[in-house]
């Protein structure tokens, strides 16, 4: 409850914040809320996250995010009291100082100041799969992320992190990323302390320590087909992990389309597994009847080479349907270990679960 009301008190003096200002600030954001849970038992069968993030146009050139995030049950204990629940706050000042400084030229620089998350650029995720997305990440408990952009073709995001997030340790990021004709890239080093490769496989090796990871990915439309491919490498002390994945997505029709996505993980480190064991393919067919009502459904494939005694392990899929009314999104349906569109909450229901999301954008 005290978190609760905290939020509130954040969010209300964030939104009053203009009144009291000479100037006059313009305000969007985003909001979604999703829950699963199977019903057996709601305290112990139940997960949930909360998101909501605010942007207050202080300047012409110049803005104030406010994000929150709260998640139940993260210990996956199955206790959904406060105690459980994993909260996080961003708060970002951006300023694009050539744009305020009245300059214009072939640079611009524009930095972003304080508490915040930083994901690399990634192009290759056409289809829609997170778990075939490009990994790197960092977050801070302060940091610096500055932008210098050289048109279209050319702009660099170099991130410094003195106070990292999750152990206080120092991060660094560079990432690289515009626009060859039709071709979108992204290359990037990150410099992470808190880093987890297990999604595809929960048999792969995680690892939470000091790492550079690396990688490259493109993106492409031609006509209705967009297409993605992904290369991302980890290097920890003496060991190497990483992952490729290339995937597609097809406009059929106006109203049809279907996306595939293939990713495969390697490692140096000696598994006793085979090379299919880290593979995995995610196929999807949406369907919009009108811009309100859509429906869709989703199967994931784990380890390809299908020896496995826990075949439960290598099939997910997921039905869902969403439906807009004035602005809010509202989506719901029935996952088993897939996360395309629908709330996934197999650590807590390990059988499949129903779920629902709301979600608005101003």
Known sequence: MKKTIVLLTIVLAFVAAPVFAETTSAFSGEVEYAFGSDFSDYKEDLDSIGKISLTGQVGEFTTIT?????????????????????????????????????????????????????????????????????????NSALGLKMT???????NADVVVYPKSYYDGKEEFALNAYGTVSMIDYSAYV????????????????????????YGVNVGAVIDALSVGVLFEGVSVEEESLGKFGVAGKYQVTEEFS????????????????????????????????????????????????FDNDFYDDIFGYELGAKAMLDGVTYSAGWTYKSDYQAFD???????????????ASF
């Open 66 to 138: 406010l994000s929150y995030e709260m998640e139940a049950d993260s210990d996956g204990s199955g206790d959904t009291t406060n105690d459980a629940w994993l909260n996080t706050t961003n708060l970002i000042l951006t300023q694009d100082v050539t744009g305020a400084l009245g300059v214009d030229g072939p640079i611009s620089f524009a930095y972003a100041l304080g508490k915040q998350d930083f994901e690399v650029a990634d192009y290759s995720a056409v289809a829609g799969y997170g778990d075939f997305e490009a990994d790197a990440e960092t």
């Open 148 to 154: 210098i952009g050289a048109t279209e073709m050319f």
């Open 190 to 213: 990150v410099m992470n302390n808190a880093y987890d490769v297990s999604d595809l496989n929960d048999d792969f090796p995680s690892i939470t320590t000091d790492m550079i990871f």
């Open 258 to 305: 279907a996306g595939l996505a293939f990713g495969t993980k390697f490692t140096s480190v000696d598994t006793g597994k085979d090379f299919s064991d880290y593979s995995a393919i995610g196929i999807n067919v949406n369907y919009d009847f009108s811009e309100a009502f859509g429906v869709w459904a989703a199967a994931i494939l784990n380890n390809l080479n």
């Open 345 to 359: 909450a197999s650590s807590m229901c390990p059988d499949g679960n129903i779920f629902f999301k709301v979600a």
